[in-house]
């Protein structure tokens, strides 16, 4: 047993995340930007703190409270739907601040006390849209095959240090708010687009084929945490792991 920190808990993998852990007697903190009495049991294990990745200030106050971890897992992040022409450069850098920075900022926290004991175990959640960008997710895209590659060289850098770091890449989750999430920030699809858009969204509400489920996120990265033979990439969800199957670079 030992104790894990997840960010982006208020709903989602991150949710299902914590409460995965905390059924096997893991102690959790549980952080989102505005915590909400009852999004989880109440549970001696369980604390749940105030974090927002994209404050300096509020990942200081968050990692200081949270004492000594043994699993980082960095979940939070955001959702874009739209055309590359169509978004705002304010908007690309919102999306980046969390998904990209965000999560070096996190780790960046994190590591010198993992250092230091010459232990513990950091998980970024990326998804499987960087094995067959799909249309509309450009931006997204982008935020997360960052990670990617920054997750694959930092394992390097960190293995003298016996600090292991690990992928779990979600596939689609229509029980999550990604997509409502998504089109809140979408904005306007510029007119050139809109058949395109048109297509992609009936395409997606037609789709019948197999999908991630919160539950295939936790368990994966339970799996991150415990076994250390495990390849750095792991996709989650049944859709993620044929995905995977087609791409060279999820052999890694």
Not at 170 to 188: H, L, S, V
């Amino acid at each position: 047993m030992g104790t894990i920190l997840i960010t982006g808990c208020s709903s989602g993998f991150g949710l299902e995340t914590a409460q995965y852990f905390l059924d096997r007697d893991w102690k959790v903190i549980a952080t989102m930007r505005t915590p909400r009495e009852g999004v989880l049991p109440r549970s001696e294990n369980l604390r749940v703190l105030a974090l927002d990745v994209t404050d300096q200030d509020s990942i200081r106050r968050a990692v200081d409270a949270a004492g000594p971890i043994d699993v980082l897992v960095n979940n939070a992040g955001i959702g874009l739907l739209n055309a590359f022409e169509g978004t705002s450069m304010d908007t690309v850098r919102e999306v980046f601040e969390t998904n990209t920075f965000g999560t070096m900022a996190m780790t960046h926290a994190v590591l010198p006390q993992f250092r230091q004991r010459q232990a513990g175990v950091i998980v970024n959640v990326t998804s499987s849209v960087t094995f067959k960008p799909l249309h509309l997710l450009s931006v997204y895209t982008a935020s997360k095959a960052a990670i990617n590659a920054f997750t694959e060289s930092l394992a390097l850098e960190l293995e003298p240090f016996n600090v292991r770091v690990n992928l779990v890449l979600p596939g689609r989750a229509p029980e999550t708010r990604f997509g409502e999430n998504a089109r809140a920030r979408m904005g306007g699809i510029p007119d050139a687009y809109a058949d395109l858009a048109q297509s992609v969204f009936a395409g997606w509400a037609q789709s019948s084929g197999p999908v991630t489920q919160a539950l295939d996120v936790a368990e994966a990265v339970w799996r991150a945490a415990h076994d250390p033979s495990s390849t750095i990439r792991l996709p989650a969800g049944a859709d993620a792991v044929a995905l995977a199957a087609l791409s060279p670079a999820a052999v890694a």
